[in-house]
């Protein structure tokens, strides 16, 4: 495995976080050690605010939105994802699971204390099994954030398990997009990403300066313009 790097910001004005509960958890955050207790092991400034304004300009003034999350841990990004929902305007949910049932606790607890728990519908368990349940029929998925398991074989199969209920414009948010890993050890994100590319095609953005420890964050959509139809 590689060195680590760490991307995530403490010095920075916390004004600019979108929610009060959340610039209150991270408002002592000098280190490690710190933000661990605090905000669990999310991704942190300035990538809480790349997450943020990418799902507020993907939601639709005039459709439910719906937004899958996995890897929930304490709640600190599903805060993020609802808080886009209410300050777009519109009508949308953020369902997100967690496979160990204290992080889901606590994430219940900050999500309700940074007043959006009407917003968030919570999924316990591993996000392989959880998915199909959390979507069914003809739901349709604005934005995705794959941020459960790391491992390869997990990330791909939580984007083929989401994969068809994308529109071409749906965005898919991935954390961790450093290439950690030694040759021989499993690929993770990294090695995922590039299968996804190569089996799915699409656009895929990699933004390397954010989050920790394996940093970077990466944006994939099928097709940018949908099924609009260029002027003749």
């Known amino acids: 495995m590689r060195d680590p790097l760490f991307y995530r910001m403490t010095d920075y004005d916390r004004s600019l976080l979108p929610n009060e509960h959340l610039r209150t958890l991270d408002a002592n955050a000098v280190d490690r050690k710190e933000w661990e207790a605090t905000t ?90 959880q998915l199909p349940e959390m979507l069914t029929g003809d739901d349709k998925v604005a934005v995705a954030f794959l941020d459960g398991s790391h491992l390869y074989q997990q990330v791909i199969r939580e984007f083929e398990l989401v994969e068809p209920h994308l529109d071409d414009d749906s965005v898919v948010i991935f954390d961790n997009t450093y290439l950690i890993a030694e040759p021989k050890e499993d690929q993770r994100v990294n090695g995922a990403l590039r299968e996804i590319k190569r089996r799915f095609g699409g656009n895929l953005i990699n933004l390397p300066y954010c989050s920790w420890y394996t940093p970077g964050m990466a944006l994939w959509q099928r097709q940018p313009f949908g099924d609009m139809t260029p002027p003749a």
């Open 40 to 129: 669990g092991y999310s991704i942190g400034y300035p990538a809480w605010g790349m997450l943020y304004y990418t799902v507020l300009c993907r939601l639709r003034p005039d459709a439910f939105n719906l937004i899958i999350e996995t890897g929930t841990n304490i709640g600190s990004s599903s805060i993020v994802l609802a808080q886009a929902i209410k300050d777009s305007k519109g009508s949308g949910e953020v369902r997100t699971v967690e496979l160990e049932p204290e992080y889901s606790a606590k994430a219940r607890d900050n999500v309700t204390k940074a007043g959006l728990r009407d917003i968030v519908r919570f999924y316990e368990g591993d996000a392989i099994e």
